[in-house]
Nanobody
Framework: QVQLVESGGGLVQPGGSLRLSCAAS????????MGWYRKAPGKQRELVAA???????NYADSVKGRFTISRDDHKNTAYLQMNSLKPEDTAIYYC????????????????WGQGTQVTVSS
């Protein structure tokens, strides 16, 4: 089976930085897309940053210029570098990916990680 595991969350002061990691494991043939979402209390889940199928990067307006998404294809891992963090960035951050499995090359499946908590507070 395929799994996504997020890591790197924690407590940080405003203006600080964190780097989140999303590692995909299992019978993976290819990862067609990978991105980060977040869910804050009282708010809808929103897209933070993602790679599209064509390799372009898409960012939420609220994080442009502060967050950077990157990937290591050999390690099947995506990263989210978060700089100049603000209290409003506090949320659970989830990794999401469209993955083609070795066991079913004709289908593309969507997977979610368990989430990692990011808290920005003084």
């Amino acid at each position: 089976q395929v799994q996504l595991v997020e890591s790197g969350g924690g407590l940080v002061q405003p203006g600080g930085s964190l780097r989140l990691s999303c590692a995909a494991s299992g019978s993976i043939f290819s990862i067609n897309s990978m991105g980060w979402y977040r869910k804050a209390p009282g708010k809808q889940r929103e897209l933070v940053a993602a790679f599209t199928f064509g390799g372009d990067k898409n960012y939420a307006d609220s994080v442009k210029g502060r967050f950077t998404i990157s990937r290591d294809d050999h390690k099947n891992t995506a990263y989210l570098q978060m700089n100049s963090l603000k209290p409003e960035d506090t949320a659970i951050y989830y990794c999401n990916a469209d993955i083609q499995s070795d066991s079913d090359l004709l289908s593309l499946y969507n997977y979610w990680g368990q989430g990692t908590q990011v808290t920005v507070s003084s």
